[in-house]
């Protein structure tokens, strides 16, 4: 997978960032972590995807201690959450993050950076952030992914070796998306951990070196771009629905999912000339299409697509087993 930070990746730092051993979190009867293992390890870049309502923000409230879990246990860095946070070791950019307005990025930078007693110089985080030429601009002046990379570099303050990112590009354009995720790029280079939610899956293949998938307060998949399209079936073949039931494509030999879009069902599948084959025989080929699995693919038979692993009736296990931060695809 490529990862396009601006500088040479720096040597990844040994031991834990992150560390989520059977957390739980309940609101009343609904369980939004279920039993939840994660382990990210120091210097990785780990994007974090999920439907609606698969608890990943609270995942991420309580990773930064904003939440307190209801079992289990948190360690960022090898502390509890606030106490990494009090120190400096991690920053976080949130979705509803506002900005005072009236001060100037500079001002407002130097004011976060007198909140911690051994903060990144002001110099590497307008580097970082590439905010130099915007440093003695007023923030109700800044453009939105301006004002973006200005959240970005206030999450850089305290020097952290760890930031959280919930949703970072949301409703960013692609330009301001993309100088964004070159301010991130260049902060991962440096040999420190990234962690990101996103609804973006192209950016989750593309920045992320890992993709963790959860629904349902539990993790389904984890592992590269690559593994999880790979997992669930390597190529997508497209036909009209013709009148039938989408039930009866689940059946066609092959097919690891089904996505009804329109008048045309998307079969994810792991042998295409087989399937291709098979729907010849049923007279079901009509304007078909093969494709490359892609992440989109991947993730809709992972989380929704029916008799996808972890769908409504699925059987079978998904997502890691074995001890806590065992990491496996499917």
Not at 3 to 18: E, F, Y
Not at 109 to 134: S, V
Not at 212 to 223: H, K, S, W, Y
Request: charged share 20%; with cysteine.
């Amino acid at each position: 997978m490529t990862h396009t930070a601006m500088h040479p990746r720096a040597p990844l730092r040994t031991g834990s960032a992150v560390n989520f051993s059977g957390v739980t979190k309940s609101y009343g009867d609904v369980h939004a972590v279920a039993g939840l293992d994660l382990a990210i390890d120091r210097g990785e870049t780990v994007a974090l995807l999920g439907p609606n309502g698969a608890g990943k923000s609270t995942t991420i409230n309580m990773m930064l201690g904003l939440l307190p879990n209801d079992g289990g246990r948190i360690k960022l860095l090898g502390k509890d959450p606030q106490e990494a946070m009090r120190a400096g070791q991690v920053g976080a950019m949130l979705q509803d993050g506002g900005l005072i307005p009236r001060v100037t990025v500079t001002e407002l930078i130097e004011f976060m950076r007198g909140t911690y007693a051994d903060p990144m110089p002001l110099g590497e985080i307008l580097d970082i952030a590439q905010l130099t030429k915007l440093a003695d601009r007023k923030v109700d002046k800044l453009s939105g992914g301006q004002a973006q990379r200005v959240r970005f570099a206030l999450a850089l303050c305290g020097d952290p070796e760890l930031v959280v990112l919930d949703e970072p590009t949301a409703a960013l354009d692609v330009q301001s998306r993309r100088d964004l995720w070159q301010t991130m790029a260049a902060y991962a280079a440096r040999g420190n951990t990234l962690l990101f939610s996103t609804h973006y899956l192209e950016e989750a293949d593309t920045y992320a070196e890992r993709i963790v998938v959860i629904a349902q307060g539990r993790v389904l998949a984890d592992g590269s771009g690559t593994e999880l399209k790979k997992a669930v079936g390597g190529k997508t073949v497209s036909t009209d629905l013709g009148g039938r039931e989408p039930e009866a494509f689940s059946r066609v030999p092959g097919v690891t999912g089904v996505e009804v879009r329109g008048a045309r069902v998307h079969l994810g599948t792991d042998d295409a000339d087989l399937t291709v084959t098979a729907l010849a025989r049923l007279g079901a080929l009509r304007n078909v299409e093969v494709t490359g699995g892609g992440l989109e693919e991947a993730f809709i038979s992972l989380t929704g697509a029916p008799g996808a692993p972890g769908a409504p009736g699925a059987t079978g296990p998904v997502g890691p087993t074995g001890p806590t931060g065992a990491r496996s695809v499917l």
